[in-house]
């Protein structure tokens, strides 16, 4: 059973930096993609950041100057750097995973339970 544990969300203060973490835990599987995505009421969710296994990257072009995404693949974590915060972040954030088992489960795709950021003074 593939769970994805998230990690870093909370307050913080307009201009100031937030390091966000999940780990997919479990075994018997390659990463694909790691990633973070974020919705706010009302909206649609849209990306952050993700990344390969191989460590190529994309990043949404709201936050492609702010966020640093890294992934590790020994310890099936992947890390969001974000830097330069203002209001407009503020979302539940979540993470994404897209592993690939050797067993005839192939490709499957997973979501955490979101984390809030709030940036606020």
């Known amino acids: 059973q593939v769970q994805l544990v998230e990690s870093g969300g909370g307050l913080v203060q307009p201009g100031g930096s937030l390091r966000l973490s999940c780990v997919a835990s479990?075994?018997?599987?390659?990463?694909?993609?790691m990633g973070w995505y974020r919705q706010t009421p009302g909206k649609e969710r849209e990306l952050v950041a993700i990344?390969?296994?191989?460590?190529?990257?994309n990043y949404g072009d709201s936050v492609k100057d702010r966020c640093t995404i890294s992934i590790d693949n020994a310890h099936n974590t992947v890390t969001l750097q974000m830097n330069a915060l203002n209001p407009e972040d503020t979302a539940v954030y979540y993470c994404?995973?897209?592993?690939?088992?050797?067993?005839?489960?192939?490709?499957?795709?997973?979501w955490g339970q979101g984390t809030l950021v709030t940036v606020s003074s």
């Open positions: 994404s995973a897209g592993l690939v088992f050797a067993d005839e489960r192939g490709f499957v795709e997973y």
């Open positions: 479990g075994r018997g599987f390659e990463i694909n993609t």
């Open positions: 990344t390969t296994g191989g460590g190529s990257t």
